[in-house]
């Protein structure tokens, strides 16, 4: 078992996988929990999300000004990435921007579909970027 390099870090979290995303949810509540995609900008080593305006989510980020994300494998050893950091940027989301993280995420065949469904049904966007402030991550090899 051995916590990852910093290159080794950045490697896995360029890498599409699902993250869980965790934010304070308030005073006798657990942290809010949910499974989200993510991307990693290597160049500043932030990362973003998009989520929508009007949800959960979004509303308790604001109010904490930060979150973590978990990111997590089994194959082909069992290694793991967290980050938690405060948002510091906010911006609309953008077709764009949903176009970009659906490509990381869905077969190149089914980005154009999916990117018309999500931007008609999903709701309005917001573009969230964190820097990462403090990070856990191991591999704990095969099982």
Do not use: C
């Not at 699902?18 to 809010?32: F, H, K, S, Y």
């Not at 077709?95 to 999500?118: G, H, T």
């Amino acid at each position: 078992m051995a916590a990852l390099t910093r290159e080794e870090r950045a490697q896995f979290l360029a890498e599409p996988h699902i993250a869980a995303l965790a934010v304070d949810a308030g005073e006798g509540r657990a942290p809010l929990t949910v499974p989200i995609w993510y991307q990693y900008d290597d160049a500043d080593g932030t990362v973003w999300i998009l989520t929508g305006l009007t949800s959960r989510k979004y509303e308790l980020i604001q109010a904490a000004g930060r979150f973590s994300l978990m990111i997590d494998r089994l194959e082909p050893t069992i290694r793991y990435v967290s980050v938690e950091g405060p948002v510091i940027e906010t911006a609309p989301g953008t077709i764009e921007r949903l176009r970009e993280m659906s490509a990381r995420y869905l077969p190149a065949e089914k980005v154009d579909e999916y990117v018309d469904f999500a931007w008609k049904n999903h709701g309005e966007q917001v573009f969230l970027r964190m820097r990462p402030e403090r990070w856990l991550s191991s591999d704990l090899g095969t099982v």
